[in-house]
Each structure stands twice: as C-alpha cells, then as structure tokens.
C-alpha cells in the first residue's frame, strides 16, 4: 500500500484507444490473447486526477453507471467468432462488456472505466480493465472528453442523468451505444 497523498497517486497507463480490442475478424484469436495479457495489467484502484484550473460544470459530476451496450443490458456480448489460430486449432472467441464507469468531476476531469471477460472455448479468462482518465469540455448537452494520455477525444451527450456515447471498442468501424445512468 502506498503511503503516498492521493493527489500524486498515478494510475498504470492503459490508455482506451490504444488498447482497444483489437479482435476484429481479419486479426484472430492471437490478437485476443495479446489483448487478454495486457489488459490483464490493468488500472489500479484508487486514481486520482487533478483538475486544478479547468472551468467548473455544476451538477453533472459523480458517477455514471454502464447500463447498456449497443441494445444489450450488461453483461452485453461485443464480439463472438470462431477463428483458426496459427496451430490450425479452431477456437471461439467472446469478448462480454460486464461492468463500467464514467466518473465526472464537477470541474472537468473524467476516469473512464470498462470491464470485459474473455471467453475461449467455453472457458472464462481472467477480467479484463481497460480505461482512461482526461478532461472534459460541456457544450449545452454535448460533452468532449480529451483523453490524459494523447488517445484522442470522443464525445456524448448529457440528459436527464443519461449520458450516451458512441465508441469503436472493436476498432471494426462500427462503434457501439454505451449509456450510462447517473
């Protein structure tokens, strides 16, 4: 356990673009093994983001629950196929979306957190995290988020509690719904 302050407590680096499943069907199952040791790595509990300086957002800061993939209540299925590894073993690949977050702070940082399980065969693989961290703009009900770690920027927008955004987490070019409920 670290006896460091919370505010210089840094997570690993598990950037969300960069580490995007990567398990399109041209890429097989040895690319989703790749995946599965790296994700494997993980965000830390306990990250902390500063936000000094950046314009206050009241009222739509704290925590923002998965709800919904695509059309699909958690666990959602994201990717499901059979491929052919480099031995000639046909495998099957799924990839469950099972939990994430969207954590806001009301002066415009966010921690964006997914959770996935791998299933190879019929057998459950170890949890998989991936996530980022960054800063967020609002623009009416439109927010911009900016990743930390120069992965680039995607977008939703806020309603009622609601906050809907569309990600490529397959990086297939067909991103998929995420809604998060407050």
Do not use: W
């Given at each position: 356990m670290s006896t460091r302050p919370a505010s210089v407590i840094q997570p690993r680096r598990v950037p969300a673009r960069g580490l995007r499943l990567r398990l399109a069907r041209r890429r097989g199952v040895l690319s989703a093994l790749r995946i599965i040791g790296v994700l494997g790595a993980g965000l830390t509990g306990g990250c902390?983001?500063?936000d000094a300086g950046l314009a206050p957002e009241p009222g739509?800061?704290?925590a923002y629950t998965l709800m919904v993939v695509g059309r699909d209540t958690l666990?959602?299925?994201v990717y499901d196929s059979t491929t052919v590894d480099g031995?000639?073993?046909r495998l099957r690949v799924v990839v469950q979306i099972t939990s994430g977050t969207m954590t806001l702070s009301s002066s415009g940082g966010y921690i964006f957190r997914l959770t996935y399980d791998f299933i190879i065969n019929g057998v459950r693989q170890p949890t998989a995290p991936l996530g980022d961290i960054g800063t967020y703009t609002r623009e009416g009900a439109v927010l911009n988020f900016e990743s930390?770690?120069?992965q680039g920027t995607m977008s939703g927008t806020l309603a009622a509690g609601k906050l809907t955004m569309a990600q490529d987490l397959l990086d297939d070019g067909a991103p998929l719904s995420l809604v998060y409920q407050k």
């Amino acid at each position: 356990m670290s006896t460091r302050p919370a505010s210089v407590i840094q997570p690993r680096r598990v950037p969300a673009r960069g580490l995007r499943l990567r398990l399109a069907r041209r890429r097989g199952v040895l690319s989703a093994l790749r995946i599965i040791g790296v994700l494997g790595a993980g965000l830390t509990g306990g990250c902390v983001h500063s936000d000094a300086g950046l314009a206050p957002e009241p009222g739509i800061g704290g925590a923002y629950t998965l709800m919904v993939v695509g059309r699909d209540t958690l666990p959602a299925t994201v990717y499901d196929s059979t491929t052919v590894d480099g031995a000639g073993s046909r495998l099957r690949v799924v990839v469950q979306i099972t939990s994430g977050t969207m954590t806001l702070s009301s002066s415009g940082g966010y921690i964006f957190r997914l959770t996935y399980d791998f299933i190879i065969n019929g057998v459950r693989q170890p949890t998989a995290p991936l996530g980022d961290i960054g800063t967020y703009t609002r623009e009416g009900a439109v927010l911009n988020f900016e990743s930390g770690y120069g992965q680039g920027t995607m977008s939703g927008t806020l309603a009622a509690g609601k906050l809907t955004m569309a990600q490529d987490l397959l990086d297939d070019g067909a991103p998929l719904s995420l809604v998060y409920q407050k």
